[in-house]
């Protein structure tokens, strides 16, 4: 009776210790590309970055859809002189609305930008998906003002060293990118990751179609969710690598865009996708 007992005791502690186990293995939700359900929008959505102190600033997103989803999802990337320096990343189910945010401590004569992808999976009768973009640009002066736009000559000088180096430090990268991967660049249109949220994608060749172009939208960001953001978050949170503004190419004859990145060893990479 007694080896039965102990002989249960430690089956049923096998399988609760398994069933941990598999609990734990379980995939976080990712954000993945669905048909677009065209009556959920997003009420709200932003990405802000405001000074609480002398040297820090607030980096928050926020996002409400105008319905409950399955799954919401937000995440944001922080880029300094062109430079990765943070990346957040929540999600919750169900949910209508997020927020999260951070710190960073400025820098003199820095271009801050920040660009957010809010996402959000909805099951009914078949499962859907929308997102929005949301993005930012900001600047630090020589006494770590922020601001936007200059209001001073002081501004619009830390403007100037700030665009001229970001824009020095990405086309070095990208240059260096391009003829590493064999790219011919004369064949695509060129635009920053962060320039996305208010770039005029309407115009480029295959792009014109608001259907297809949120679809071309949604499949990049679970692209570069799954390869860029989850596996250099952890690098550029230790400082261990750097990593730059991706750039989207988008096909002249409008067949394909490639994305071209430093992946989390900071060797160049590439995504490709037709459409």
Not at 38 to 44: L, Q, R
Not at 160 to 178: C, D, G, P, R
Not at 185 to 203: F, K, S
Request: proline share 4%.
């Amino acid at each position: 009776m007694r080896k039965w007992l102990i002989s249960s005791c430690v089956f049923f502690s096998f399988v609760l210790c398994s069933l941990y186990f598999i609990r734990l293995q379980q995939p976080q939700p990712v954000i993945q590309h669905f048909p677009l359900n065209t009556s959920a929008a997003f009420t709200n959505a932003a990405t802000s970055l405001k000074k609480i102190d002398f040297r820090r600033i607030r980096w928050h997103i926020q996002s409400t859809l105008n319905q409950d989803a399955y799954l919401r999802q937000d995440i944001g990337l922080l880029y300094e002189n062109g430079e990765l320096v943070g990346v957040l990343n929540k999600w919750q189910q169900p949910a209508r609305a997020l927020q999260q945010q951070t710190t960073h401590t400025l820098h003199p004569n820095k271009q801050l930008d920040a660009i957010s992808y809010h996402f959000a999976e909805l099951h009914h009768n078949d499962i859907t998906s929308t997102s929005k973009m949301t993005g930012i640009r900001t600047y630090t002066a020589n006494k770590f003002e922020l601001f936007s736009f200059p209001k001073s000559d002081s501004e619009t000088n830390a403007q100037y060293l700030a665009e001229s180096q970001t824009n020095s430090t990405l086309q070095y990268v990208w240059t260096e990118a391009k003829q590493q991967l064999s790219i011919p660049a004369a064949n695509y249109i060129e635009v920053p990751l962060t320039a996305l949220p208010t770039a005029d994608l309407a115009a480029i060749n295959g792009l014109s179609d608001d259907k297809k172009r949120q679809e071309i939208i949604s499949r990049l960001w679970e692209g570069l969710y799954r390869n860029y953001l989850v596996p250099i978050g952890p690098a550029v949170e230790k400082g261990t690598v750097k990593t730059y503004i991706p750039l989207l190419l988008f096909d002249k004859n409008g067949k394909h865009l490639r994305v071209i990145y430093q992946d989390e060893t900071g060797k160049h990479a590439e995504l490709l996708q037709y459409y």
